[in-house]
């Protein structure tokens, strides 16, 4: 039944954002500072309403870590198709994500992906995928967070795969604030026996990062710091 109640949630919710949506583009058109607003407040009343139906408690750690400014690259490990929400929820921002090409074709899905400004990014075109790097990069000079996977897909386990370096190019194209963030156990409530079940999560939120203020070889270590850092907060696989 848990199942049953949170995909026809999951379903009200997609039709309600054809409501949101045009709401958004109206307060667009009076305030600039208002329509931000309502994009940051709409995804995160989203998410907390999810876990709110599961019944799936969440805890986030470290939220004094989170710097005032915008200029940030979020960098968490992938466990769960829930990691979006709870990255909503933990962060308090809306920031955009660097999604795989074709999510833009989903009714509404894409709809929420160009209001959040994500970024698409075709993996059989190197060409395409740096000019997709680039314009994340852009998009976190002008003030919007933007949140990398750099596992690339699912770990469905405590236990991450490899980073992939390349990811780390929006960081340094921006030299954005870089925060680590480890989300734990967000696989059990679907991904682990493929039905939707409850179960705690954590968010931890680690110290940031200043791209800045690293050496040449710091940069290039960069992307094993980093999964060691969000490896910390994690149970052995």
Known sequence: MRSVAFLLFFIVGL????????????FSLFSKRLASYFRCVAPTVWAKSIFMMVGAP????????????????????HESYADIP??????RRS???IARKGLEKVPVVGLWMYIL??????????????????????????GTPMVIFPEGTRS???????????????????????????IVGSFKLYEEYGAVRSHPVKVVIHK???????????????????????ASALPDA
């Open 86 to 91: 709870l990255v909503f929820i933990a962060t």
């Open 117 to 142: 400004k994500c970024v698409l990014i075709d993996r059989k075109s190197l060409r395409q995928g740096k000019l997709a790097i680039e314009k994340g990069a852009e998009q976190i000079k002008k």
């Open 58 to 77: 969440v805890t986030v750690e470290g939220r004094e870590n989170l710097p005032a400014h915008n200029r940030i690259c979020f960098v968490a490990n």
């Open 15 to 26: 039709f309600t954002i054809y409501v949101v949506t045009p709401l958004y583009y109206i």
């Open 208 to 230: 940031p990062i200043e791209i800045k203020s690293l050496s040449q070889e710091e940069r290039i270590t960069l992307p094993e710091k980093v999964q060691e850092i969000i």
């Open 156 to 182: 469905k386990s405590y236990k991450m795969r490899p980073f992939k370096g390349g990811s780390f190019k929006l960081a340094f194209l921006s030299d954005a604030t870089i925060v680590p963030l480890s």
């Open 95 to 97: 920031p955009g994500f």
